[in-house]
């Protein structure tokens, strides 16, 4: 395969919306990685379009830090969902979905809705009545679909960003009955551990693009690193036991060719302190690699071009 065609990372180097920030240094580390510079020499065209920070000044609630952030990103995704450019957002805390897939379906909103295969040990989907711990990472999906902050709810539009039936859960075994009794009532598909280990993960990945192929112009894979086994990434913050494995995951990734509706992906949560031997770094890359490889000659090729990415939000 002829590997010619340019990939733009953006860097969400935060992690205020977790209980540790670690996770934000996790994109500066990622952008002087010897494995994803390695990439480069196998044909894949990596570039970094942006790299967003917090601003200096720290005076702002975490709110209206993860809102200024989220914007950013948005208008940034939305930029290249609109010319057909394919991007994978590297976190950071997994609060940059907010951000990563408002821009995506507001770019693509006149064409039709966007779906969206959310990889994760943890549902992510609490609101502020329902959080035991007010970390914003913990929110992103209901964010999503319409349920939280209005000033997360509303980036770029203020319409849900997803229909619950266009997204699809893979990984869960840690969550809470707040937003578990939330995706119940939207309807999520959720495809437990428990059941990804039963079927195997290639099995279920296909069933997942099917669903969120359905009746969409588009979909987008957002990876949360907790979602594999610790042994196998121990660089994240929120680490859950009996995860999926990282062979079988890359696999899966792998497997994923041809799909020209895939217009983005998103990996999050990788905190290079509590990292070992670059396990997970490494990690990093190989999910790069499966995504790309199989992927890179055949992007939005079925997408049209939208409408323009305004910033609806002030920026705080």
């Known amino acids: 395969m002829s590997l010619t065609k340019k990939i733009n990372l ?3 180097a935060s992690g205020i919306g977790a209980a540790e920030p670690g996770s934000g240094d996790g994109p500066i580390v990622l952008a002087e990685s010897p494995y994803l510079s390695d ?3 196998q044909g894949i065209k990596l570039q970094w379009e942006k790299m967003l920070t917090l601003p200096k ?3 702002n609630s975490k709110l209206n830090l993860v809102t200024h952030l989220s914007t950013q990103l948005a208008t940034t995704t939305c930029e290249n969902a609109k010319n057909k450019q394919f991007f994978i957002v590297l976190g950071g805390d997994h609060s940059s979905a907010i951000g990563t897939w408002s821009g995506a379906s507001h770019a693509l909103k006149s064409q039709g809705e966007i779906g969206l295969i959310w990889i994760d040990a943890h549902m992510d ?3 502020y009545e329902t959080t ?3 970390n914003i990472h913990g929110m992103p999906l209901a964010c999503l679909l319409g349920h939280g902050a209005p000033s997360l709810t509303h980036i770029l539009n203020n319409e849900p960003k997803l229909n619950p039936k266009n997204v699809c859960m893979i990984g869960v075994r840690s969550f809470e009955k707040g937003e578990e009794e939330l995706l119940k009532k939207l309807q999520v598909k959720i495809f437990f551990m428990d059941e990804v280990k039963q079927r195997g993960l290639d099995i279920v990945m296909q069933e997942a693009v099917k669903i969120v192929s359905a009746n969409t112009v588009g979909f987008g894979l957002t990876i949360d690193l907790d979602s594999v086994d610790p042994s196998d990434a121990p660089g994240t913050g929120a680490a859950e036991p009996d995860g999926l494995l990282a062979k079988e995951l890359y696999q899966a990734l792998s497997k994923m060719a041809n799909k020209s509706n895939l217009i983005g992906a998103e990996i999050a949560e990788f ?3 509590l990292d070992r031997e670059q396990k ?3 990690l990093v890359s190989k999910m790069i690699e499966a995504i790309v490889k199989t ?5 939005n090729s079925n997408i049209q071009e939208s409408f323009n990415c305004e910033t609806k939000n002030a920026i705080v």
Not at 295 to 299: A, D, S, Y
């Open 271 to 273: 905190d290079p302190h």
């Open 132 to 134: 035991p711990s007010e």
């Open 295 to 299: 992927n890179i000659n055949t992007t």
């Open 10 to 12: 953006i860097g969400y």
């Open 57 to 59: 000044s720290n005076e």
């Open 125 to 127: 989907s609490h609101t």
């Open 280 to 282: 997970t770094e490494k």
């Open 39 to 41: 990439l480069n020499s």
